[in-house]
């Protein structure tokens, strides 16, 4: 049993993949750099969003909404004058905890393509699923927040495993926790060694300058990733 | 295919049921009274257990804990001197995100069932699919973190509409927050109308005696709901 189950979730990964390949096709056709941003619920993906998408110059930014119910954040995004696309993964089941490929490609003729230069797919707020599915992104930031403990590295190793940013969130309610920055990070390197990081807080700003800088220098860093494949 | 893809979750929820309703058969046997514990990542569960598990006068306690990977918190609960049994749901995937009836099932013949009164399940941290899957628990009981912001009852809704009880823990950070908690408890009644529910704090010990209190009487309430039934 445990063989066939193996089996059966592989040919799902390599099917989600093949699917991956065609919306990271579709994007590069129309030059669009693509971020699947991810993270626990309430970590601060939209927070962090708000912050940097009118503040990218040359950029234009467009985001797919991810969520099981509900356009809450993308009526957040929205009022800021981005073009937001809503996807609920609710249909047909209590709600997928997650975005696969495939809902992606579904949202795809409703993406603005041609108009904008960097698409931010936020993902379904969850630690595991979201990391399994590839859905045609260039990169993948996660947001942790300093609320979560210094544990969460170690017990959702693949999440902070595949992502090429990990955003560590809410640093202004450091001097009110309990929380050892400095054993955080050793169990991200445990994990995932030397990946970039960045302090922020979305409440106060600190730390977004280098988040959107990091944003900004993508599509040079995408071009480097390419050639090296 | 929508229509296809309905009947296969149901058949699998219902088959989910069957198992579920065999566990709590041999829990009703040893006179166990269960407790499904469910939140998002890092809001607090095992905090909560660890303030409780040995302050309940009369009432020996067992907990099965359920992660992706790793005994982090299996370990924390075990230095107290409580029975703990690891459920790790990594084989096979990149790691379920939840636990179900089968899972739990195959720990059953593991757990001290004759030697505890009450078992906690702590379910692995999510918003969505743990809300899917009964495991043959009495009650179930959510953490909600304020600092995971007011909207998580509207967008994670099942999750708040199938539990007894909601912690609403870290209300020492209140003061440090952008966090409106009446907002929050009206959008919680507005999925779930008048669900009990506990201010908390596992730091400084606010409000525990409340939860503590809540766990003692689960026995005397269970009764009555069987005897509802």
Redesign the interface.
């Known amino acids: 049993m ?1 063989r066939v ?2 089996r059966v ?1 592989e040919d799902a990964l390599d099917a989600n993949n093949t699917i991956a390949r065609a919306n990271r096709a579709d994007f590069d056709r129309d030059g669009v750099t693509v971020v699947n941003l991810m993270s ?3 970590a601060g993906k939209t927070a962090l969003l708000e912050r940097v998408v009118n503040d990218l110059p040359g950029v234009r930014v467009g985001v797919l909404e991810g ?4 356009s ?1 954040d993308a009526d957040r995004l929205a009022s800021l004058h981005v073009p937001v696309t809503q996807l609920n993964t609710d ?7 997650h975005l696969d490929a495939n809902m992606v490609r579904s949202a795809v003729p409703a993406l603005p393509l041609r108009e904008i230069d960097l698409l931010v797919i936020e993902n ?6 979201p ?2 599915f590839r859905v045609g992104e260039d990169a993948r930031v996660m947001v942790s ?1 300093v ?3 210094e ?2 590295p ?5 999440m902070f495993r595949t992502c090429e940013l990990v955003l560590v969130n ?1 640093i ?2 450091l001097p ?3 929380f050892d920055l400095d054993r955080f990070l050793r169990n991200l390197d445990a994990v995932h060694p030397g990946v970039p990081r960045r302090l922020v807080s979305a ?1 106060t700003g600190e730390g977004v300058d280098a988040w959107r800088d990091w944003l900004l220098e993508l599509p040079a860093r995408r071009e480097g990733w390419v050639g090296a494949q």
Chains 1, 2 share one sequence.
Do not use: I, M
């Open positions: 445990h189950k193996v979730v626990a619920p309430g969520d099981v119910q509900g809450y249909p047909g089941f209590g709600g997928e905890c379904v707020g969850n630690l595991v699923c990391a399994e927040s609320t979560e403990g544990d969460k170690l017990k959702y190793p693949l809410k202004d309610l009110h926790l309990d409440r």
